[in-house]
């Protein structure tokens, strides 16, 4: 298959940028001469005469040209030419991985050609894996350029420093020419190319480079001209100008023509949405887990990120804390099991020996050290990434579409992919082990038996893409090495064969059609993608080195079919990361990667505003815009007015002021407030809070009041009082076996360790970064090994507020403390909540209410205020005050579960009257004021009058319900059988379910 390209409008408009940079321009060629007076004559060609670029625009002109273009593309326009390095004049073009930077600045050559006759040209590169991949897009786009630009004859290669004679020819050649280079090969006064050299006469390459005058291209200048000594190694070219490409430019002080952010690139659907899922273990604080992240030498001294778990309120949660040497990791955790691990007694921060020592066990934890559940997490992780592979394979096939699924599995060591015996026959590593084991296992499943790869068999579904030696042996390698490029050029060399389905009618049956899982170094981590990576999992044990940003940036292009077509749209591309950290803490990371790397989410600056147009001449197709003067202007008034805070972040003022379309700005700005409003509205996280327009004041429907509210109102209108029996060998006894209601500790179960499968959708704005979990599942996989037991009888001492000849008796009364072995936090924290429960339930049962005198004061409803908001986002229901249901015009709730029960009570015409109950309605409870949430008068067979105390949940389980809230309501049916009226109690999650 071949890789099909469209005119599409960001790229055009890339190129665009690019190229009005030079606006009046003539086409001209500039001549120099390549001879010397040696007995050898001429070095290049029979005339002598070598062929560079000229530019003939004056500085002045070509800085209106970039303000033109920045205006148009909404950039607050520069107020120089030039950046940081002033020996030529270079622009930043703004790019998000994934949308063809590479296609565009390739392009751009061709357009510069065409309209200004420049012919010479270096892209200058940071690294092997970015030049082969510079290469591989040359030559699958030649024949679409060519089609575009009526068969242009031009030309690519990679500076060698053996082949000097293709230097000569690049000087000379009158057509389009290209060198690619990385930096290194001339940031150095040793390197070839800035040496004289007898191939060439003496001349030096670079001299005969520079005399063209090429015009500059910085792929990643990031990484490229960070040095003072690079920066002087680019200005040694003496090119006419510079084009700067990157998805995340650091230096900002060239101007900036083009921009097409993270931002821009996800909410135009011009890369893949991001879902990420994780493998978490939770053995519920059991096991004294350590995991060695990092260690740090500071201003405060060493500091050693270790992955501990922390005790919470409730149970326990892995956490990465910072350590230093003589701190007591029991007293850091609140943990009883790191007791046994003592106090830090050394931190060891020499690269490449990291490490901490214990006084207790383990005496040592290294970044190499593997935990006991790290295997089963790996498993997990390769499993469910298959997974969702087949799941992508299978959702694709019964839509009918024809896309090749791949995934991508990073490692940080090539044994375990690849293992050799003393003979160098190769076999299995541990995860590719796994891998086949799990492919298996899912493969064969029923739901899978028609999907197109099923019959091919296991071991030539997957390979390894990974340097080697001159034997074959694959090889750990940094990725910048000799032996990495042959494996970049393999990786590209196999992009179509990795896109085409295996298919024997149609004779695809090469080895790259069969493979469909990726597995590669974790140093080739730059520099190449594939357009179908549809899940990416990282395997790594040290500490994983891969940025956030380069792990979906092998994934973020958006997929083909097996015709080489785009195929857009979030329906088809997700991109799944199978992370080593839940998906908040994924997408977290990856907002600060972007931060750090200067893409700024939800921070106003003085030139915010700047770029607002104010005038726009349709005849002249001039844009007039607010400018940075004015824009500061505005920027110092939103923090004198305090509609932005200190820190540049929007105040709930601002939000307030966006949610009503409606700012009181100075005069001058009048005009542009809608346009100020939006730029206000793209810096907002979210606008959490009501509008204040849909608030109205309930009022009470009187005509109401009348005998169906009476005759409800006579039923629950009385007050009691209570006092309490408490029987302790009851408690004994429920604790141990349970009752009618509850469980009692005897019928705890735990297991060991589990692993849980999370997903989360990542989701980019100008406000930030941000993940919402979509999905959880438990994962098949355990540990082994026996937990250190802690003291159970004073943790349920602390937990209970029992005496401890009450818990022991308890404890002695149960035969599942095999269970406590098992997973002894899980069966404390279970074991607590049982003897709570049973505790609150005694407590309700032994009390006794009376009816008082006393009553619920009725005049409330007439006298309290309350506010609804309306909406789709409000909390109120309106409801029909001709029916005369309730007593006000506006249901108030709690909840959208309350919003629908109340408008099934509206509709219903059973219902003859329900109330809300006001927050001043409480019963007194022992566990505390107890609030019902709604009253009914229903009506059957036209005459039979219900009365019902209504519990609106979610979950309606009085078994779900928290033990403290059950014996409240347990506690309210007391009081109203107290109170002697009929009233039943119903606990629902909609109106339908009370009466049947």
Do not use: C
Request: proline content about 2%; hydrophobic content about 35%; charged content about 30%.
């Amino acid at each position: 298959m071949k890789i099909q390209f469209d005119t599409l409008d960001y790229q055009t408009n890339a190129v665009d940028s690019a190229v009005r940079v030079f606006e009046g321009q003539a086409i001209k060629e500039s001549n120099f001469t390549i001879t010397n007076n040696e007995p050898q004559g001429t070095l290049f060609t029979s005339d002598g005469i070598g062929v560079g670029n000229r530019v003939i625009i004056n500085e002045e002109q070509m800085l209106k040209n970039v303000n033109k273009t920045q205006i148009l593309n909404g950039i607050v326009p520069s107020d120089n030419l030039f950046g940081n390095n002033k020996s030529f004049p270079q622009f930043n073009i703004e790019m998000e991985t994934g949308t063809g930077k590479t296609f565009v600045y390739l392009k751009t050559i061709l357009e510069l050609n065409k309209q200004y006759g420049f012919m010479k040209f270096v892209i200058v590169v940071p690294s092997i894996a970015i030049k082969e991949g510079v290469l591989k897009t040359f030559k699958i786009t030649k024949d679409y350029f060519k089609s575009q630009y009526n068969g242009v004859i031009y030309d690519l290669f990679m500076f060698d420093s053996s082949k000097l004679d293709r230097v000569r020819s690049f000087a000379s050649a009158n057509t389009i020419d290209i060198m690619v280079t990385t930096i290194q090969s001339f940031n150095k006064e040793t390197n070839v190319m800035n040496r004289e050299n007898d191939q060439l006469s003496g001349a030096r390459p670079i001299d005969l480079i520079a005399e063209t005058r090429p015009i500059m291209i910085i792929d990643e200048p990031q990484s490229v001209d960070n040095t003072d000594l690079a920066k002087d190694a680019l200005s040694s070219l003496n090119p006419s100008a510079g084009f700067r490409y990157s998805a995340t430019h650091r230096d900002n002080t060239y101007p900036k023509i083009y921009q097409l952010g993270a931002v821009e690139a996800y909410d135009n659907q011009l890369v893949k949405q991001i879902e990420v899922a994780g493998i978490e273990m939770d053995e519920d604080g059991n096991r004294a887990h350590l995991k060695l992240i990092e260690v740090k030498t500071g201003k405060n001294g060493i500091i050693a990120k270790i992955e501990v778990y922390k005790k919470t309120r409730n149970d326990a949660d892995k956490k990465i804390m910072n350590f230093k040497a003589g701190d007591d990791m029991f007293t850091k955790t609140k943990l009883q099991v790191y007791d046994e691990v003592g106090f830090i007694q050394d931190i060891d921060a020499t690269p490449g020996f990291e490490s901490v020592t214990f006084s207790g066990k383990p005496e040592k934890i290294t970044l190499e050290s593997a935990t006991l559940e790290d295997e089963a997490t790996k498993r997990a992780q390769i499993s469910k990434t298959i997974e969702e592979h087949l799941n992508k394979e299978l959702q694709f096939k019964k839509n009918g579409q024809r896309i090749k699924v791949l995934s991508l599995f990073f490692l940080d060591k090539v044994e375990n992919y690849r293992t050799y015996d003393e003979e160098g026959n190769p076999g299995l590593g541990r995860y590719a082990r796994i891998f086949e084991e799990e492919y298996e296992r899912l493969i064969h499943l029923s739901k899978y038996k028609d999907l197109n790869d099923v019959g091919v068999p296991t071991s030539e579904v997957h390979d390894g893409y990974f340097s080697a030696d001159k034997k074959g042996k694959l090889k750990n390698t940094g990725g910048n090495t000799l032996a990495d490029e042959s494996t970049y050029e393999m990786i590209m060399k196999n992009k179509e064969g990795l896109l085409t389905f295996y298919d024997e009618e149609k004779h695809h049956t090469a080895k790259a059609n069969k493979i469909r899982f990726i597995f590669s170094h974790s140093a080739l981590k730059e520099g190449w993608d594939n357009p179908n990576v549809f899940q990416i999992a990282t395997l790594i044990e040290t500490k994983d080195t891969i940025t956030k940003r380069q792990k979906i940036g092998r994934g973020l292009r958006i997929a083909v079919n097996e015709d080489g077509e785009r195929v857009p749209g979030f329906a088809v591309n997700t991109l799944t990361v199978m992370a080593n950290e839940s998906y908040k803490n994924f997408a977290e990371g990856l907002q600060k990667e972007y931060e750090e790397d200067g893409v700024i989410f939800g921070v106003f600056n003085k030139d915010s505003f700047a770029t607002i147009v104010v005038h726009y001449d349709e005849v002249t197709e001039e844009l007039e815009i607010l400018g940075k003067e004015k824009s500061e202007q505005l920027f110092n008034y939103f923090k004198d007015e305090e509609f932005i805070s200190t820190s540049g972040r929007a105040t709930d003022k601002l939000k307030r002021a966006i949610i009503d379309q409606e700012i009181e700005v100075p005069e001058d700005f009048n005009k542009v407030v809608p346009q100020i409003l939006d730029v206000a509205k793209s810096k907002v996280k979210s606008l959490d809070i009501k509008d204040a327009k849909d608030k109205v004041e309930v009022k009470v429907v009187k005509e109401a009041l009348a005998d169906d509210f009476l005759e409800l109102w006579n039923k629950i209108k009385y007050k009691t009082t209570y006092k309490i029996d408490f029987d302790s060998d009851k408690l004994i006894e429920f604790a141990s076996k349970g009752n009618e209601s509850f469980d009692g500790v005897n019928s705890i179960q735990t297991r060991k360790g589990t692993y849980l499968y999370k997903k989360g959708m990542v989701e980019m704005s100008q406000a930030g970064v941000k993940a919402d979990k979509s999905s959880e599942s438990s994962v098949r996989a355990t540990t082994n090994g026996a937990y250190k037991l802690p003291d159970i009888i004073t943790f349920l001492q602390n937990e209970t507020s029992l005496t401890r000849k009450t818990i022991v008796a308890i404890l002695q009364s149960v035969d599942n403390l095999d269970s406590f072995k098992n997973n002894p936090l899980s069966y404390m924290n279970q074991a607590a909540k049982i003897i709570n429960a049973i505790k609150n339930q005694l407590i309700v049962d032994g009390i006794e209410y009376t009816r008082t005198d006393d009553e619920y004061e009725q005049t409330l409803f007439s006298t309290e205020t309350l506010n609804a908001y309306l909406g789709d986002k409000g909390n109120s229901v309106k409801v029909d005050e001709n029916k005369q249901k309730t007593v006000y015009d506006y249901v108030v709730t709690d909840s959208s579960i309350e919003k629908d029960f109340a408008r099934q009570a509206e509709m219903d015409d059973n219902v003859k009257f329900y109330i809300k109950l006001p927050d001043w309605f409480k019963i007194r409870t022992p566990l505390g004021p107890y609030n019902p949430d709604w009253a009914l008068l229903y009506e059957e067979d036209d005459e039979q009058h219900l009365y019902f105390i209504v519990e609106t949940k979610g979950d309606v389980s009085f078994e779900q319900l928290r033990p403290h809230e059950r014996a409240k309501i347990l506690a309210g049916e007391k009081h109203f059988k107290a109170v002697d009226t009929d009233i039943k109690f119903k606990r629902v999650s909609n109106e339908s379910e009370i009466h049947g």
